[in-house]
C-alpha cells in the first residue's frame, strides 16, 4: 500500500508495516521538547505519574527560552523549576542562558534533530522540524509528561495534503512569503489535523532556512505538522551536525493525499498579514498607508542567519525611522555570533536597532518589546492574535525581514524596493 512520507515515518515509530489516515496508534519518540512555560505543567504532572526517573535523559531537550533572561520574578521561578530538573534527573540537552537559543532555532542547529524522527514538544511551533524530514508537532504539557516517563505518545494518523510550488520565486519572496500566501488562501483551519507536505520546484531550491520557516507556521493553518521530503540540501546541512543516526522517508508517487493544491510562485509578491489572524493577507502592493510603531526581526519564524542577512541587506545605510523602534534578536548564540563577525550587527546598531541576546521574549509579548494600547507592530514572527505583542488594543502585522526592514526606514509598511 502506498503511503506519505507523514505515514511511512509514523508507521516505523509505531510498528507497523502500514498505518491508515485515522488510525489511532502509539509511536516510539525520538525527542520530547519543553521549554519554560510548558515544562513547569509537564514537570509537575511527570511528578504524578510516580516513575523514578524519565525514559532516556539524551531525548529530552530542555530550554528556557519564552521569558528568559528572566524578565520578573515568576518567570524567574519557572525557570529555576526547569533547571532543578534538569539537574536531578541529568538531562543532557539543557540549555541555560549564554547557551540557550529559541528553542526551534537551536534544536536542528544542535542536530537534536534530524530526517525521519519522531519529535514531540510542548509548543505549538515544534513542526518546524518538518523542513528536515521529520515528523514533529506539538502536544500538550501532559503529553510531554507522558513522553518524558515512557518515550511513547499515542496519534491519530492525519491526512496528508500536498502543496505543489512552482516556479522560480521573484526578488525579496521567501519562505515566509510562500507560507503566508498558502494560509491566506485556506485559511487558519484549511489543514485542520493534517500534514501539510511541501513540494515542487520552488521548494527544492528553497534554503534549509526557509524551509524552516514554512514548517514552522503550519499549525498557523491548523496543520498536525509540516513537512519536506528530504533532498541534498538537507543532507548538506544535518551531515555534520547530526547526533545520532537518521532515515530518509519519501512519498510513494501514487500515495493518496485529501488534496493538493498549487500555486505558481511567479505570481507571489512579499506578502503582509494584518491583525487578527495569519490569514488575513494581502501581497505588499495591496498594503496601503499603514504606519507603524515597532518592527520585530527574530522568532523561531525568521531569526536565522539568512533572515538576518536580508533585513541587513535592506538597511544598510539608511536610517531606522524617528518614530520606529527595531529590535533584532538572532536566534541562537551561534547565530548571534556570526551576525556579529560578518557586520550585521554594525549594520543594524548604525541604522538605530537594538539587537538582543536569543530570547522569544516579544513575539509572545513576554518581554524586550511590548506593545502599548493603540500601537501598531510589524514582526517576523508567526502569531497575530488579539494581544498577542502586548495590549489587546494594539495591532500585529506579519511580514518577511526584507519588509520589515524596509518598514523600519519608511516608518510604514512597504516594499524593499521602495528603499533600494
Not at 50 to 65: C, Q, S, W, Y
Not at 177 to 190: A, K, M, P, Q
Not at 315 to 341: E, L, S
Request: charged fraction near 25%.
Amino acid at each position: 500500500m502506498a503511503m506519505t512520507i507523514t505515514e511511512k515515518i509514523l508507521a516505523a515509530h509505531a510498528g507497523k508495516d502500514r498505518i491508515e489516515p485515522g488510525e489511532l496508534i502509539n509511536c516510539k519518540v525520538d525527542l520530547v521538547l519543553g521549554n519554560d512555560i510548558t515544562a513547569p505543567v509537564a514537570i509537575k504532572e511527570f511528578e504524578k505519574i510516580g516513575v523514578p526517573d524519565v525514559f532516556d535523559k539524551e531525548r529530552i531537550a530542555l530550554i528556557p527560552d519564552h521569558f528568559t533572561p528572566n524578565k520578573d520574578i515568576k518567570s524567574a521561578e519557572q525557570a529555576k523549576m526547569v533547571r532543578d530538573f534538569a539537574r536531578k534527573h541529568d538531562i543532557t540537552n539543557y540549555y541555560e542562558v549564554g547557551r540557550m537559543g529559541i528553542e526551534h532555532c537551536l534544536l536542528p542547529e544542535q542536530g537534536l534533530v534530524g530526517p525521519g524522527d519522531v519529535v514531540i514538544g510542548a509548543d505549538s511551533h515544534t513542526c518546524t522540524y518538518g523542513a528536515l524530514g521529520a515528523f514533529s508537532t506539538g502536544v500538550g504539557s501532559t503529553d510531554m509528561a507522558a513522553g518524558m516517563a515512557s518515550g511513547e505518545v499515542w496519534f491519530r494518523v492525519p491526512e496528508s495534503i500536498k502543496f505543489v510550488y512552482t516556479g522560480k520565486l521573484n526578488k525579496w519572496v521567501g519562505g515566509k512569503d510562500l507560507i503566508l500566501h498558502t494560509i491566506g488562501d485556506i485559511g487558519v483551519d484549511g489543514a485542520l489535523y493534517q500534514a501539510m507536505e511541501f513540494t515542487g520546484e520552488a521548494i527544492r531550491n528553497l534554503s534549509i532556512d526557509g524551509r524552516l520557516t514554512m514548517a514552522n507556521m503550519a499549525i498557523e493553518a491548523g496543520g498536525k505538522n509540516g513537512i519536506i521530503e528530504p533532498d541534498q540540501i538537507t543532507l548538506d546541512y544535518v551531515k555534520d551536525r547530526a547526533q545520532r543516526p537518521y532515515k530518509l522517508y519519501r512519498s510513494d508517487e501514487d500515495a493518496k493525499y485529501a488534496r493538493v493544491i498549487e500555486y505558481d510562485c511567479s505570481r507571489i509578491e512579499p506578502t503582509v498579514a494584518f491583525p487578527h489572524l495569519p490569514e488575513n493577507t494581502r501581497p505588499i502592493s495591496e498594503v496601503g498607508n499603514v504606519e507603524i510603531d515597532q518592527v520585530v526581526v527574530g522568532s523561531c519564524t525568521n531569526g536565522r542567519m539568512e533572515d538576518l542577512r536580508e533585513a541587513a541587506q535592506v538597511i544598510k545605510g539608511h536610517q531606522v525611522h524617528k518614530n520606529v523602534r527595531m529590535v533584532v534578536i538572532p536566534g541562537t548564540q551561534t547565530i548571534y555570533k556570526q551576525a556579529m563577525h560578518e557586520g550585521l550587527f554594525d549594520i543594524f546598531i548604525d541604522a538605530g536597532a537594538a539587537v538582543s541576546t536569543p530570547t522569544c521574549g516579544p513575539c509572545l509579548g513576554g518581554h524586550m518589546g511590548i506593545l502599548a494600547k493603540g500601537e501598531r507592530g510589524l514582526a517576523t514572527t508567526n502569531r497575530n492574535f488579539v494581544g498577542r505583542m502586548g495590549h489587546p488594543e494594539s495591532e500585529v502585522y506579519l511580514s518577511g525581514p526584507a519588509v520589515a526592514a524596509a518598514s523600519a526606514i519608511l516608518g510604514r509598511i512597504g516594499s524593499p524596493e521602495e528603499v533600494e
